[in-house]
């Protein structure tokens, strides 16, 4: 989505790089720290199969993640790295981009006929997944909006503007000039905002259905299913919401390069009246 819309593919990849590492080991531990075993649903706490724990689930997660998802994303960028001509051309000749969107959507197909195999809709009540995807709107919508504040805060940061307080002719206080200052140098750029706004919000099944894997090993594959509807449901979600905003976000990119934000500087007092030393200036 991110080159789609023309943002910077390559901040994408190191936010979901960073982003895959926290979320494999902190989504364990805060599942085991929210969640309780509950009678007749004993599933909603992660169990790795053979137990131990947490210390168990981390163990299959270093054996399985390591050599499906973290190893060959380290040999991948040391192979781009070492021949990046090489890499781009072998990239462009057989439609890498073209072939990740298929495995993708295998997998999300493949996701589904675990569901409808195990008979998770017919278990799962019509309303129930009516509020999840309502629920996966608007989390979606969300983060995306906390995404861009964060991104490109809302804070007047042109040249010339002034917050409406201090319009008029009036004299900024130092405290608020220097949040100016700190705004600018805190703000991303375009393409860097497209990146973290489609990035920050998505979750994804090629990390989320290895990861319900291994939680819920010690459960049986309807178990498994049933977990996997959400973030099955949110995959959709982000995809369909995203054909959209694709289109908004690149014509945002194309209305022109960046401006560079100056901080207005203060008037010195004998300006800001009209006069220095003694003469009246225009």
Not at 175 to 200: D, H, N, P, S, Y
Request: proline share 5%; glycine share 8%; aromatic share 8%.
């Amino acid at each position: 989505m991110t080159r789609n819309a023309g943002g910077n593919v390559e901040s994408a990849t190191a936010e979901v790089v960073v982003g895959n590492v926290i979320g494999t080991f902190v989504t364990p531990s805060l599942l085991a720290l929210y969640l309780k075993p509950l009678e007749n649903s004993g599933f909603i706490q992660p169990d790795a199969s053979g137990g131990g724990g947490l210390t168990g689930i981390y163990t299959q997660m270093a054996k399985q993640l390591s050599a499906c998802l973290f190893a060959p994303l380290i040999v991948g960028q040391i192979i781009q790295n070492i021949w990046p001509a090489q890499s781009k051309r072998i990239q462009d000749q057989f439609r890498f981009s073209i072939i990740s969107q298929i495995l993708m959507l295998i997998l999300v197909w493949s996701t589904f006929c675990n569901q409808f195999a195990a008979q998770v809709f017919n278990r799962v009540s019509k309303e129930t997944i009516i509020l999840v995807a309502f629920l996966n709107v608007a989390l979606y919508l969300f983060m995306s909006l906390v995404c861009l504040w964060v991104a490109r805060p809302p804070f007047p940061t042109r040249k010339g503007s002034k917050l409406p307080l201090f319009r008029g002719g009036s004299k900024e206080p130092a405290l608020v000039q220097a949040m100016r200052r700190i705004v600018r140098k805190v703000t991303f750029g375009k393409r860097e905002t497209a990146a973290i706004c489609f990035c920050g919000a998505a979750k994804g099944l090629v990390l989320g259905a290895p990861l319900i894997s291994i939680m819920y090993s010690a459960y049986g594959n309807e178990i498994q299913a049933a977990v996997t509807v959400p973030i099955a449901l949110y995959q959709g979600t982000q995809i369909a919401i995203a054909q959209f905003s694709v289109i908004v976000v690149k014509r945002w990119i194309l209305e022109g390069e960046d401006e560079k934000v100056e901080v207005h500087a203060p008037a010195s007092d004998g300006v800001a009246d009209g006069k220095s030393n003694g003469k009246i200036h225009p």
